[in-house]
Structure formats: structure tokens, C-alpha cells
């Protein structure tokens, strides 16, 4: 083996004790590495690193985290252990301290998450972004999704790729990815966990979860049930979710492993409140939601396979999945779909020596597809009225991607890849309604080839440096394409949207300063941007294409270890300061000028004060401040106000496994809103902008607490 390699595997050991991720696409690919998470305090743990625990198909903890950090561009990583002691109810308790991810709760569970501007303007659901379990991906053929499938307690880590740093899944959207990885019974935390936690608004969860290796086979099962009332009227959640892997190990180098997923969901929905309203009496529901008896009820099932071969060279995984869902969302009128999506991706990545230098190469296809039922009847009272429509969705892409890195100096790696893909949408109405009498038929294809280039260059065993630049397009969905337009047309003729970012950043730690900085810019054209045309009766948004535009911004955290060894022994206290900024702007929009696109604030700030104990103590408070509000349409009429919220979480571990902890939220009661629905202009609502129903005010003071036991 060339020294070279011998060398840069050193360095990733180093990194592991210096941060917390590491490098490269295999387990023999561990050149450079560092993490972006590493730098967070609220996310650090004290859970001893098992290297020696994972598979074949499922790598460890440590080894997923390595892979991320040799990703040429701005990356992060989640250890799910450093969570066990904080109630985590959405991806918002996840991601909270990832520099760059804007996540804002809505109402139970549905968010909106945003990374560099990916479907920013969107007031539900996911765009822009694709979301994954265990690598495969949960979006719906079309690229839409939601976040019910993810909870949060059944999840190992998390990574989450920047913009077209996700090439190595395949993704190039302009807001990347979100892997969320779920535990096996090589990586569980513990064979046996049991979990009850619960709070305010009539909160109450429970968990339980077990894994077993015998030879060859390993499984694992995790069911968790929630129930609350939500901070708002008619907010009312119940799920119910239970995740199972079977691992099996057919040969020692071929191993195969099966996910099982059911997924149920029955949440009220409040709707939107004017600004008035959220900021004085922010538990009240729309009466348009509660006339409607608005809801969401998704049923899903998932199954999946991953099949991994290893190589003379390199690692084969096979991905296979079939997802079906069931929907029955009573809002403007009652949506009711049912739908199915399959799919398959080989990917394969290894190391080559070329001459004596390192090369580590990644290929990979996926071919997906789906089909959809979508029936809509007028919403009485929340059941089904006269059927108003009767149409068939169907979406397919195929995608070829690779990724390259060429270590031409055993510091400095060169990174080049691409993809090309073509996706198709083809919606069919069938018409024969009293409202709908005549037929409709639209097809539409998508294709382009998405390049990267960039550099990545370690000056010292703790220190990366890195640049790159990425095509992305974003594909519009149903939602998008089926809207009513005064073209009369079954399609609006929406084009791809299409962006070149530059990035450029830097992470690591000197001594007591762990830190990780990102600077990037992304230039669009015909980015595809949304306004609600009536977001208090939920009708959804209309979708156009401004011919330019520019998301810039910082994704900065830094950690200082402030003192050890204070009241004993191994403890510590750190702060931590998490900044995201944001510049969002229309570039001469015919109608906007260069106006900021409306709904995400400029500036997101976070501070953690983190003390840990040797003996268990931990406590955490914590300051989340929105300097200034975001802005409420794209004309720039209206502005919501900025806030602080101050929180505290704590947590004493017992012996055998036993763990306490509590998580106070909001203390200050303060009112403020969370996430808006975006018009085009406040000013020109029928009885001015004091009337616009556009607004999600945020949850009031709570305080979560719960115990857990590992065994």
C-alpha cells in the first residue's frame, strides 16, 4: 500500500478524536476527515466510539460518519446518542443545530425545511430537497414529499448533504439531501430501550425498541406511538410508527438486509391566523379549519431492500423499495389519493491506485416510478360531498451519476462528477364529473446533465479547506404543474429550474475552538417560486418561474471549550454559536424587481451553553433569536417580527441505563410566528394586509420530560 494512503488513514483517526466525522465512500476510503457537526456543543456526546460495530450493508456510526466528511462541499452529521436526553418530536429537535438547514415547525408535525433556499416560498410539504432512509429515498416519484415517515426516535444518525454535495445518493437539487439512518443490531444503542415521555398540551409518547444478532441474521423492531393536543385549537395528533430491519449475511462477502415500515398519521390541522391574531390569541384555529373539519390522514407502507456485494474493489449495493400511500386530506376540498412508488439503484464506490496517487471513485443509476390516484370531492364537514375530480398522476425518472476524487497530492484531492437524468409526468383526468364533463391529458419531460468540480485540500490532520461548484435543477411536481391558469391548459408551462452555486468553506479545530464556516452562492434561472392564493381557506399555492435570481448566504458554527475540570474530575462546560444567513432575492423579476423572495428570515442565530458531568448531569440553556422577521410577500408590504426564545434542557443518567431528562421550551411565553404562508402582496388583500390570514404562530411555554432505560 502506498504511504500516502498509510498516512491519510492516520488522519482520519486523528479527526475522529479531534471532531467528530471522518472521510471517504468506503470503509477503506478513510482519507480526509473531519465534520461539520463536530463544532455544535448541543450535538456533542460522550457515548464511546465503537468502530468495531456494523456490516456490510449498515457501516458504523463512525464509518458513516467518515464517509460524510470526505464529501468535497459542506456537509453535517447527526449522532442520534447525542439526543437520547432531549424530547425530539420532529426533524425541527433534529436538525436544530445544523448550520444552514432552516427548519420551522407548522403544527405537529409538518414543517418547513429549507436548505439554501429550496422551495422557499412553498407553504407545505417538501420541494427541492430530497429526503432518504438508510439511502433510499421516501420522496414520491414526482420529487414531492412530507416528513411523516421519519421519526426521529427510531433514527442512529442523520446526514445531511448541501446542495450538490448529495451527488453521492444521486441528488442535485439546490437543497441537497437529508439521509436519516436508522439503527441495526450492530449500531442500536443499547439491545433493549424502553422509552415514556410527555408535557405540555396533553403530550404523551411511548417507545420501545429491540435488536438480536444470532450468527449470520440480525433484526431490530421500533415502534413508537404519540398522542397530544397541540399547543392550538384543533391541532389534535395521533401517529403511529414502527421501522424493523432483517440483516442476514449470506456469504462473507455478500449480505442482504430488509426494511419494514408502517406509517399512520391522523392530525387536525389549525390553519393560518392573521398577524394579529398569532401574536394575541395564538391558540385559536382558523374557522375555516374547523368548518372543514380539516385534517391529515396518511397511511404508508414501506418495504426496501439493500443488497451489498463486496468487490475485489470496492463495495456494489443494490437498493430496491416500494412505497404505497394513502391519503385523505379534507382542506379547500377533500383530497383523497392513493398511490405507489418503486423503485431501483445500484451504486457502487471504491478505491483506485493510479500510479501510486489515491482515487476514489463513485457510479450509480436509479430508475424510479410511481402512479397515483387522485380523486378530489367537495369537502363537507371533513367527509367526501359531489366528486369533482377523478385524474391519474404518473412520474418516472432515470438518473446516471458519478462522482470522482483524485488525490494528486496526498493533501489535496481533486473532485469532479456528474449526472444525467430524464423524468417524466404525465397526468390523465378522466373527466365524466357534472364540474368536470370532459376529459384532460398532459405529458412533459425533463432532462439535463448536472456537473461539479471542486477542490479539497487538509493543510494539517485537523483542517480542511474546501471550494466547488454545482450545477442543480429542480423538476416541478404535481402540485406545481396541475393548477389552474388562465391559459386553460392541463399543464401550467413551467420550465426546470435550473442554478449554478459556488461555495466555498473550512472546519476544524485549533486546541479549544472547533469550527466549520461555509460561504455560498447560488445564481438561478427560472427558480420556482410559490404564493398561496388563499392561505386561510388552505387552497394550495400557485407556482411560476422568475427568470432570475440569487440565494447567498453564511453557514457558520463555532464551539469554544470554555473550562474543565470546574466542580470535578472529566466535566466540562462549552458554548456554542450557530449562524445561518440568508439573502434570497428576485434579480428584475418583471413584477418584483429585486425584491427578497418572502418566508425565510435573513438571519437565524442559535447559542447553547452546554455543562456535562462525569457522573451523568448534563444541562443545556439555549437561546434561539430571529434578529428580524421574514418577510410575508414577495412584494415586500409586509414584515413579521423578529423574537428570542430561551429554553433549558437537563438530564441526569442513573445506573443500569436509566436516564432522566426534562426540556423546557419558550420560557419567556413569548408569542411570535414560526412560518408563513407567502402571498404575492400583503397590500392588495381585500381589506388590507391587517386581514390576511398567512400566518403559523409559534408554540407557547412548555416543558417535556420523560425516562428512558437501555439494557
Known sequence: MPRQFRASR????????????????????ASVTLSELSVVGA?????PSDETRGSLSVPSVDRQRAALAG??????????????????????DVLKDVPGVYVQERYGQELRLSVRGSGIARAFHLRGLELLQDGIPLNLADGSGDFYQVDPLALRSVEVYKGGNALTFGATTLGGAVNAVTPTAY????PNILRVDGGSFGTIREQAQMSR?????????NATLTNSDGFRAHEAQATKNFNANIGYRIAPDIETRFYLGTYITDQKLPGTLTLGQSLSTPTLANPTAITGNQSRKVETERIANRTSFLLDVGKLDVDTWAIHKSLYHPIFQAIDQDGWTYGISPHWAGTLDLGGFRDDVVLGLRAFAG???A?????????RGAQTLNALQSASSLEAYGENRFWFLPDVALMTGAKAFSSNRTFSDKGGLPGNPNPRFADVTYAGVNPKVGLLWQPRPNIQIFGDVVRSRDVPDFSDLVQQNLLSTTFVPLRAQRAWTYEAGARGRFDRLAFDVTLYRSDLRDELINFATNPGLNIPAATFNTPRSAHQGVEAALTLDLARDLAAAGDGLSVTQIWTHNDFRFVGDPVFGNNRIAGIPADVLRTVLSYRHPRGFHVAPSLDWVPQGAFADHANTLRVPGYALLGVEAGLDLADGVALFVDARNLTNARYVSDIAVVANAAATAGGPATLAAFYPGSGRS????IRASF
Open 10 to 29: 492516520r488522519a482520519a483517526l486523528l479527526l475522529f478524536t479531534c471532531a467528530t466525522p471522518a472521510a471517504a465512500q468506503t470503509p477503506s476510503a
Open 703 to 706: 416543558v417535556f420530560g420523560g
Open 371 to 373: 402512479q397515483n390516484s
Open 375 to 383: 380523486l378530489q370531492f367537495v369537502n363537507v364537514r371533513g367527509q
Open 213 to 221: 444478532i444470532d450468527g449470520p441474521l440480525d433484526g431490530l423492531v
Open 43 to 47: 450535538a456533542a456526546t460522550d457515548a
Open 187 to 190: 449500531t442500536a444503542l443499547a
Open 71 to 92: 464529501t468535497v462541499g459542506s456537509v453535517a452529521f447527526v449522532d442520534t446518542a447525542a439526543l437520547q436526553d432531549r424530547y425530539t418530536n420532529t426533524l425541527r
